[in-house]
């Protein structure tokens, strides 16, 4: 084997040699170099025409397209542009008017806001090493080829791959190609290179190698920037964030709902933490805080944090496909206790004690109509007894009440009626049958309505009674209530604007608080003020303050809204994203995990709530009947009273007589 390999040396030393001598071999060489090279340019050519198959419009930056790109240019719309970086990137012309447009979060592109349609492409000719300059022009959506200058030698890789990276980090564009010397590069974001830590690899495209994209069910552990806060269905978990002072753990719905989405798309979750503007907001210079600011600056993949589904004035974040929805409802402080001495009156509502007195009156005006026709109908008969003796018997009448005029009779029959409904002692029956036929069916009803009252009664001190709680927004309006909240989206969430006057005077009564303490907590305290807050959140960490009676929920909600996940605008995960979270809303997973969370909620305040179930079991004691002892010996005094002032009509009005008595014995 030796001798064969002396052999192949002695071969190739003989050709370089006479290759060195022979200029004609040095052509030949050349020469298929040379055809090498248009062999890779025609391959180029080809890959471009397959990039670019799919696309309509084309804006050419800074060049004149070859003899490659032009072939592109049939049947397509194209626009031509030509400047520097800082010319393409720069702001809009000033207004007349600054103070109307505030300033943008990152620098203005005038080539999409000249009208660059989303998902359109781009030939930018330039130099590789300009390419973080022109950063404004790319879109995720979009397709771009930056053909390189012929004269410069070919890009490091290490160079190139690094400031396709930070296209996509900071712009979420992938879909950027480079042609330089004949080459054709792309970057694919969720390729890690053999040995390498990060993901991205920057990949050399050749005839028959597919080109990158997103992968649709298995990203390969691709790490996924995740950000998640405290809200309605994410709790800080105070166990583990007891043990790790340094990052806070949550759970709840949307953290189950990331967890199997991520299994699912088999990816890494990169934590991303929040900061204390939660949601965020926008500042008077157009910027955003919060979620949304790290959305607009492409620092967070997605948001696990349900986001009403509404306007945040934020052109660059986007909403998943909705998961659930909310209402938005407005709390106040829950009315007093009726006071024990007053729940006998508040056994019966007004209309009913009404009612009870219209009842009183009629019964009384057809008791005195029968009897009037009775004393009419009644044959006069002579002898012994008198016709109105013999009435008064009929009657059962008192001696008093036999020579009374008619009316002191009727306003008799009126009182002995109300004392007939309130099934009190009554002595003196009368004997005519119609009336006891009618006082049987009035017997009837005050049965009735006394068993009500005594089961009633034992109610009302068992069962604590409250005042009547503002039931409506109009009876919040006309209480005059201030409306604090701690989040400024409030603001522009819960009243709609220019929908009646209604609303309009309840927005203008909201204040923006920023406070350390809870709103709910200064409600129930101040008890002064109204606020807002989410439904849902009164059924899970806030359902204490229900249970507990110490605030009550306006049952009118003025706005219900359905809830997303927010991801950056035009995101190439989108729509891997929405089919997974449509499965898993589609499948009840969604509904299955808020029906947990409000279970698990409600045994961690079981004791509460059955201490205030156990409260509500009173045993009855005198100081509860006080208002019973009130009227007894109200009624004592008032008789006692009576019976003196009798005792002493009588005995003036028999001195008399009996001094007279006394003179005619002596006499």
Same mark, same amino acid.
Not at 547 to 568: D, F, I, K, S
Not at 634 to 657: K, M, N, P, Q
């Given at each position: 084997?030796?001798?064969?390999?002396?052999?192949?040396?002695?071969?190739?030393?003989?050709?370089?040699?006479?290759?060195?001598?022979?200029?004609?071999?040095?052509?030949?060489?050349?020469?298929?170099?040379?055809?090498?090279?248009?062999?890779?340019?025609?391959?180029?050519?080809?890959?471009?025409?397959?990039?670019?198959?799919?696309?309509?419009?084309?804006?050419?930056?800074?060049?004149?397209?070859?003899?490659?790109?032009?072939?592109?240019?049939?049947?397509?719309?194209?626009?031509?542009?030509?400047?520097?970086?800082?010319?393409?990137?720069?702001?809009?012309?000033?207004?007349?008017?600054?103070?109307?447009?505030?300033?943008?979060?990152?620098?203005?592109?005038?080539?999409?806001?000249?009208?660059?349609?989303?998902?359109?492409?781009?030939?930018?000719?330039?130099?590789?090493?300009?390419?973080?300059? *022109?950063?404004?022009?790319?879109?995720?959506?979009?397709?771009?080829?930056? =053909?390189?200058?012929?004269?410069?030698?070919?890009?490091?890789?290490?160079?190139?791959?690094?400031?396709?990276?930070?296209?996509?980090?900071?712009?979420?564009? *992938?879909?950027?190609?480079?042609?330089?010397?004949?080459?054709? &590069?792309?970057?694919?974001?969720?390729?890690?290179?053999?040995?390498?830590?990060?993901?991205?690899?920057? =990949?050399?495209?050749?005839?028959?190698?597919?080109?990158?994209?997103?992968?649709?069910?298995?990203?390969?552990?691709?790490?996924?920037?995740?950000?998640?806060?405290?809200?309605?269905?994410?709790?800080?978990?105070?166990?583990?964030?007891?043990?790790?002072?340094?990052?806070?753990?949550?759970?709840?719905?949307?953290?189950?709902?990331?967890?199997?989405?991520?299994?699912?798309?088999?990816?890494?979750?990169?934590?991303?933490?929040?900061?204390?503007?939660?949601?965020?907001?926008?500042?008077?210079?157009?910027?955003?805080?919060?979620?949304?600011?790290?959305?607009?600056?492409?620092?967070?993949?997605?948001?696990?944090?349900?986001?009403?589904?509404?306007?945040?004035?934020?052109?660059?974040?986007?909403?998943?496909?909705?998961?659930?929805?909310?209402?938005?409802?407005?709390?106040?402080?829950?009315?007093?206790?009726?006071?024990?001495?007053?729940?006998?009156?508040?056994?019966?509502?007004?209309?009913?004690?009404?009612?009870?007195?219209?009842?009183?009156?009629?019964?009384?005006?057809?008791?005195?109509?029968?009897?009037?026709?009775?004393?009419?109908?009644?044959?006069?008969?002579?002898?012994?007894?008198?016709?109105?003796?013999?009435?008064?018997?009929?009657?059962?009448?008192?001696?008093?009440?036999?020579?009374?005029?008619?009316?002191?009779?009727?306003?008799?029959?009126?009182?002995?009626?109300?004392?007939?409904?309130?099934?009190?002692? &009554?002595?003196?029956?009368?004997?005519?049958?119609?009336?006891?036929?009618?006082?049987?069916?009035?017997?009837?009803?005050?049965?009735?309505?006394?068993?009500?009252?005594?089961?009633?009664?034992?109610?009302?001190?068992?069962?604590?009674?409250? !005042?009547?709680?503002?039931?409506?927004?109009?009876?919040?309006?006309?209480?005059?209530?201030?409306?604090?909240?701690? !989040?400024?989206?409030?603001?522009?969430?819960?009243?709609?604007?220019? !929908?009646?006057?209604?609303?309009?005077?309840?927005?203008?009564?909201?204040?923006?608080?920023?406070?350390?303490?809870?709103?709910?907590?200064?409600?129930?305290?101040?008890?002064?003020?109204?606020?807002?807050?989410?439904?849902?959140?009164?059924?899970?960490?806030?359902?204490?303050?229900?249970?507990?009676?110490?605030?009550?929920?306006?049952?009118?909600?003025?706005?219900?809204?359905?809830?997303?996940?927010?991801?950056?605008?035009?995101?190439?995960?989108?729509?891997?994203?929405?089919?997974?979270?449509?499965?898993?809303?589609?499948?009840?997973?969604?509904?299955?995990?808020?029906?947990?969370?409000? !279970?698990?909620?409600?045994?961690?305040?079981?004791?509460?709530?059955?201490?205030?179930?156990?409260?509500?079991?009173?045993?009855?004691?005198?100081?509860?009947?006080?208002?019973?002892?009130?009227?007894?010996?109200?009624?004592?005094?008032?008789?006692?009273?009576?019976?003196?002032?009798?005792?002493?009509?009588?005995?003036?009005?028999?001195?008399?007589?009996?001094?007279?008595?006394?003179?005619?014995?002596?006499?």
């Amino acid at each position: 084997m030796r001798w064969i390999w002396a052999a192949v040396v002695v071969v190739v030393l003989a050709a370089a040699n006479l290759s060195a001598s022979d200029p004609s071999t040095t052509l030949s060489f050349e020469s298929l170099s040379l055809q090498q090279q248009q062999q890779e340019s025609d391959q180029s050519d080809a890959l471009i025409a397959t990039i670019f198959a799919t696309i309509n419009h084309l804006d050419i930056v800074n060049g004149v397209a070859g003899a490659a790109e032009t072939q592109l240019l049939h049947h397509r719309t194209v626009r031509w542009f030509d400047g520097e970086p800082a010319t393409l990137c720069s702001a809009p012309p000033a207004s007349e008017h600054p103070e109307c447009f505030a300033p943008p979060e990152r620098p203005t592109d005038r080539h999409q806001s000249d009208g660059a349609l989303a998902g359109a492409g781009l030939i930018l000719y330039g130099s590789v090493a300009e390419l973080d300059r *022109y950063a404004c022009l790319f879109d995720p959506a979009g397709t771009y080829l930056l =053909v390189d200058e012929p004269s410069r030698s070919s890009p490091e890789q290490a160079h190139l791959r690094r400031l396709l990276g930070t296209l996509w980090t900071t712009r979420g564009a *992938y879909r950027v190609y480079v042609r330089a010397r004949g080459q054709l &590069y792309g970057y694919d974001p969720f390729r890690r290179p053999a040995g390498a830590a990060e993901y991205g690899a920057l =990949v050399q495209l050749e005839d028959g190698r597919p080109l990158p994209t997103v992968p649709q069910a298995d990203f390969g552990g691709y790490p996924l920037r995740i950000e998640v806060f405290r809200s309605v269905y994410s709790n800080p978990d105070e166990r583990a964030s007891a043990s790790k002072a340094d990052q806070i753990t949550y759970s709840g719905p949307d953290v189950m709902a990331r967890d199997v989405f991520c299994r699912a798309l088999n990816v890494t979750v990169m934590p991303v933490p929040a900061d204390r503007d939660l949601f965020g907001d926008r500042l008077p210079n157009g910027s955003f805080t919060g979620a949304l600011g790290r959305l607009v600056r492409r620092e967070a993949d997605i948001v696990f944090t349900g986001f009403f589904i509404k306007d945040y004035f934020a052109r660059d974040v986007e909403f998943t496909a909705g998961l659930y929805s909310d209402a938005v409802c407005c709390l106040v402080r829950k009315a007093s206790r009726i006071p024990e001495a007053l729940l006998p009156l508040y056994i019966f509502p007004g209309d009913i004690w009404a009612l009870l007195g219209v009842l009183g009156l009629a019964c009384a005006s057809v008791w005195a109509l029968l009897r009037w026709c009775v004393r009419h109908i009644k044959p006069p008969v002579g002898g012994l007894w008198s016709r109105r003796h013999r009435l008064a018997v009929l009657f059962n009448l008192p001696r008093s009440l036999r020579a009374a005029g008619p009316v002191r009779q009727t306003v008799q029959l009126y009182v002995d009626s109300f004392i007939l409904l309130v099934s009190a002692p &009554y002595l003196r029956f009368t004997r005519s049958g119609v009336e006891r036929l009618f006082l049987t069916g009035l017997l009837l009803v005050s049965l009735i309505f006394v068993s009500l009252y005594t089961s009633g009664l034992a109610a009302v001190f068992v069962n604590p009674l409250y !005042y009547p709680d503002i039931g409506t927004l109009q009876q919040l309006d006309e209480s005059g209530m201030a409306i604090p909240v701690k !989040y400024r989206g409030f603001l522009d969430d819960v009243f709609a604007v220019n !929908y009646s006057r209604l609303m309009d005077s309840l927005r203008g009564r909201m204040q923006h608080l920023p406070a350390k303490e809870s709103m709910l907590a200064r409600v129930a305290r101040l008890g002064n003020i109204a606020t807002v807050t989410r439904k849902t959140t009164l059924a899970l960490d806030n359902a204490i303050y229900l249970t507990t009676r110490q605030l009550h929920m306006v049952p009118e909600c003025p706005r219900t809204y359905n809830l997303a996940y927010v991801m950056p605008h035009r995101s190439a995960f989108g729509e891997q994203f929405n089919k997974v979270l449509l499965r898993m809303v589609g499948g009840g997973l969604v509904d299955h995990w808020i029906e947990e969370a409000r !279970y698990g909620w409600t045994l961690r305040d079981w004791r509460v709530a059955r201490r205030m179930m156990e409260s509500n079991f009173k045993v009855l004691t005198v100081l509860d009947m006080q208002f019973a002892f009130y009227v007894l010996a109200i009624g004592l005094t008032v008789s006692v009273a009576v019976i003196g002032a009798e005792l002493v009509h009588f005995h003036r009005a028999h001195r008399g007589e009996g001094h007279g008595v006394n003179v005619l014995l002596r006499k």
